[in-house]
């Protein structure tokens, strides 16, 4: 899928439909493994194994207390796994120039601006956690509470750090708000029969509650 407003509306409408229900899940995983590169765009597997296990160690926490907690993983790993397509598929600045397309140059530009900054803000710290985990394999460091604690605290210092040196760069180019932009989306053929099967998709998910 090469147009970015495609790209997100499917993300983020194929997410609400694979979490409302199980039928939903299974039609946007069919939806996963027709239209993406599956498993070869993914940019960070680790990440993402890091997201299966926490969402385990939760399925297990709703399983005991409430039930329904296999239901629970199936659909959230779904859901996982389209995050992944969409970080692996997402092009530099198509964030912002999707949002000013939309919205305009005024509000636009400030909410793509902000979701650009996220976006490589998130980059970043996927770089990072990469980096400290192969200086603790090289170290052979174990994975303990004491080696975890100040590792996150580390990855916390360096984003509200690289927060604030965006901020004080945006300040010091007198940026106020809003911006001029002339978004160039294409919308090609190609992305129409991935773009009709996330209708399909919805519409699996009214006819069939699960």
Same mark, same amino acid.
Not at 122 to 138: K, S
Not at 193 to 207: E, Q
């Given at each position: ?22 039928? #939903? ?35 297990? %926490?709703?399983? %005991? ?7 629970? @993983? +199936? ?10 397509? *969409? ?21 636009? +530009?400030? @909410? ?62 007198? *940026?106020?708000?809003? #911006? ?21 998709? %919805? ?8």
């Amino acid at each position: 899928m090469q147009d970015g407003r495609l790209k997100i509306l499917s993300a983020t409408v194929l997410s609400v439909v694979a979490f409302l229900s199980v039928a #939903g899940a299974v039609a946007v995983l069919a939806w996963w493994l027709l239209f993406t590169p599956r498993h070869r765009g993914i940019r960070n597997p680790r990440a993402v194994l890091f997201f299966l296990a926490i969402l385990c160690a939760t399925a297990v %926490v709703v399983q %005991v207390t409430a039930g329904g907690g296999v239901t629970y @993983l +199936f659909r959230m790993t779904v859901v996982v796994l389209l995050a992944a397509w *969409y970080h692996g598929a997402r092009k530099s600045g198509e964030l912002l120039e999707v949002a000013v397309s939309l919205f305009g140059t005024r509000a636009g +530009f400030d @909410l793509g601006l902000l979701a650009e900054m996220a976006a490589r803000s998130l980059d970043l710290l996927l770089a990072d956690l990469g980096m400290m985990q192969i200086a603790w394999q090289m170290k052979g460091t174990p994975r303990r509470l004491e080696t975890l604690t100040p590792a996150l605290a580390l990855l916390l210092h360096r984003q509200l750090q690289q927060s604030g040196e965006q901020a004080s760069l945006l300040a010091l180019r007198g *940026y106020t708000g809003g #911006g001029s932009l002339c978004p160039a989306l294409a919308f090609p053929r190609r992305d129409l029969p991935a773009a009709c099967s996330v209708l399909l998709a %919805v519409a699996i998910t009214l006819a069939v509650p699960l």
